[in-house]
Structure formats: C-alpha cells, structure tokens
C-alpha cells in the first residue's frame, strides 16, 4: 500500500516562511513527477509547483519568486519551501505522486491527506 504524508503546515504571519515535506512510503517502484497543491476554502484546488523526477520545476504564476521546490529521491520525499507568505497563501496543501507501484503496471496519482497552511495580516 503507498502512502504520501505531508508535515510542516502550520500559522505563520504575513511575510514569514514555512518548509513543507511530503514523505512517500509503501510498495513503490518508481515515481515520475511530485507536486503541491492547495485548495482554500470555497475555492477548487489549484496546481501550485510541480517538480520532475530530473529536477525541472513550475510554478504557478502566484508564487513564482516566493516558493521553491525540491526533492530527494533516494528518501521519495517532496519538499515546498514558502517564503514572504501572503494571506491568500492560506489554504490546505496537498502533495501528489505520479507514481508506480508494485503489481501495477501504468503510473497512478496518489495524494497525500493535506496540510493547513494559515497566513494572518
């Protein structure tokens, strides 16, 4: 069973950072790309940064030159780092994998349960 589990969430104050992980564990074979996600509340999920499994990255256009992503990937581990936090940062980040696992034979995208990520004014 593959599991994807995010850490480093929390409260924060207009222009502070805070680093994301996403851990992936589990019956894995190989993984393809990693990204993050957010949703904010009344609001659908949005593609934030996405990171290939050789190190190319995007960013959605409200975060470039703020947020940087990362990976290691001999630990299967996404990181988002988030610098000079906006309000409107504020939203529930949630890691994703395109991922093979074992016994399956075509890539699948697994999701990890979320993390709240809260910017005051």
């Known amino acids: 069973q593959v599991q994807l589990v995010e850490s480093g969430g929390g409260l924060v104050q207009t222009g502070g950072s805070l680093r994301l992980s996403c851990a992936a564990s589990?019956?894995?074979?190989?993984?393809?790309?990693m990204g993050w996600s957010r949703q904010a509340p009344g609001k659908q999920r949005e593609l934030v940064a996405v990171?290939?499994?050789?190190?190319?990255?995007n960013y959605a256009d409200s975060v470039k030159g703020r947020f940087s992503i990362s990976r290691d990937n001999a630990k299967k581990t996404v990181f988002l780092q988030m610098n000079s936090l906006k309000p409107e940062d504020t939203a529930v980040y949630y890691c994703n994998a395109d991922l093979i696992a074992y016994g399956r034979r075509a890539y699948e995208k697994y999701w990890g349960p979320g993390t709240q990520v809260t910017v005051s004014s």
């Open positions: 990171i290939t499994s050789g190190g190319s990255t």
């Open positions: 589990g019956s894995i074979f190989s993984i393809n790309d």
